[in-house]
């Protein structure tokens, strides 16, 4: 390590603010987030300070501005496209799945072919052992977009895309890989779900952790997003899981988040791991070709949240109903494969 300093680095104040202390140390404002986060992205911070601020973010634990803050900062970096497509509906994919197949790929499929739009966003392999939603969108016949002209242009013709997160900011991408050089997920892991490139105005987040459907909730509030439903997915994916009561925070017309509680659907409350992870049994369920209880319900149950979740059911009942019809009146032969 050759860095040699003068004068105060520009960035330095930031890692001052997280590390005074327990008595001085405090969060970071909206706009200190915003700034920081997009210092860091334009290559302005060094390598050292990078390292510092995240993890320094990561023992405190990220506040809804500062989550905000970071997610705005990184907007202003976006790759951006040259036309906004309308959407309805934004969809971050960022944990993968380990224990049972990402059976709301299904669920957001079934959304697009009932002819709402979906932007679909995230990434794969920073942990190992788990299966990415990119590789199952492409085994259903759904390639990713490889820039964001593509992503509107996929959006106007079918309704649906799949972002990567380095064909929206590469250096976003890399800070997310750093994961096992650190050991620990940093707040990347967090923001990225949050970036909206295409101004959806209802956003679905998925998130691991009980404790962080708050931050995610208030976060998506202090951006002022008009529609949000954050639950403690399968996996940390946004997938309903059908044998345990679902506890959803929801945003409604930019209101302060309420939490809503969908009701379990299966009567098991665990459900084994799957081995095999077999990605066409997808297109089987899809079809009608394979007979699973378990994908069905959470099929149904994540299509529910996500039709509470822009309005087009009033009650989580009244969601689940609606759900159960769109799923069996689906397009049997809507997979392009």
Do not use: C
């Not at 934004?90 to 049972?100: C, E, F, P, T």
């Not at 794969?124 to 016949?141: D, K, M, N």
């Not at 972002?163 to 900011?169: A, F, Y």
């Amino acid at each position: 390590m050759n860095v040699q300093v003068t004068e105060p680095h520009p960035f330095s104040p930031f890692i001052q603010i997280l590390a005074r202390g327990k008595t001085k140390q405090r969060a970071l404002t909206l706009d200190e987030a915003r700034e920081a986060m997009a210092m860091i992205l334009r290559g302005e911070a060094e390598p050292e300070q990078v390292g510092a601020f995240l993890m320094l973010e990561r023992l405190k634990e990220e506040t809804p501005e500062e989550l905000a803050g970071f997610t705005l900062g990184a907007r202003d970096t976006l790759a951006r496209a040259s036309r906004l497509p309308r959407v309805d509906l934004d969809w971050s994919s960022y944990a993968g799945k380990r224990l049972q197949l990402p059976w709301f790929v299904l669920s957001v499929l079934g959304l697009v072919q009932a002819g709402h739009r979906v932007a679909m966003h995230g990434t794969e392999g920073h942990t190992p052992g788990r299966l990415y939603t990119s590789a199952v969108l492409a085994e259903l016949g759904f390639a990713p977009a490889a820039t964001m002209d593509e992503a509107a242009a996929q959006i106007e013709a079918r309704g649906f895309a799949y972002i990567p997160l380095e064909v929206m900011s590469p250096a976003l991408h890399r800070l997310l890989d750093l994961r096992p050089v650190f050991g620990l997920r940093s707040p990347v892991h967090s923001f990225a779900r949050l970036l909206n490139p295409f101004e959806a105005p209802v956003m679905m987040q998925g998130i691991f952790h009980r404790s962080f459907l708050d931050t995610h909730a208030g976060a998506a509030q202090v951006l002022g997003q008009p529609r949000a439903a954050v639950l403690r997915g399968e996996g940390g994916e946004i997938e309903r899981r059908p044998n345990k009561p679902a506890q959803v925070l929801m945003t409604i017309d930019g209101g302060a988040p309420e939490m809503e509680v969908f009701a379990q659907t299966l009567p098991d409350p665990r459900q084994a791991p799957d081995h095999e992870m077999d990605v066409a049994d997808l297109a089987r369920v899809w079809r009608g070709e394979l007979t699973d209880d378990y994908a069905v319900a959470a099929v149904e149950g994540t299509l529910a949240v996500a039709l509470r979740a822009m309005g087009h059911a009033t009650t989580p009942e009244e969601a689940d109903g609606m759900a159960a019809e769109l799923w069996a009146g689906r397009d049997r032969d809507f997979l392009p494969g």
